[in-house]
């Protein structure tokens, strides 16, 4: 972002027209760069998903072994 007195400066130097161009090269390249950059809202979104993942794949597992349990004890039954 340019300063008020860097504009100055620049329609100074370059003439009004040049200076006009380049502040608004100047203001896009911000604007994008902004645009990249994440904020609070975007890591807690991004960790929200995380945690919902992991504690989906967390709940497979204990299911699986549980289910596995529950046969081997039920196998053991059988022969006893």
């Known amino acids: 972002m340019l300063l008020l007195d860097d504009s100055k ?26 645009r990249e950059l994440a904020t609070k809202a975007d890591l807690k979104a991004e960790l929200e998903k995380l945690e919902l993942r992991l504690r989906h794949d967390l709940t497979l597992r204990l299911g699986g072994m549980m289910a596995a349990s529950i046969a081997i004890v039920a196998a053991l039954i059988k022969l006893l």
């Open 9 to 34: 400066k620049l329609e100074k130097a370059l003439g009004e027209e040049a200076a006009a161009v380049i502040v608004h090269v100047f203001e896009k390249m911000d604007a994008d760069n902004k």
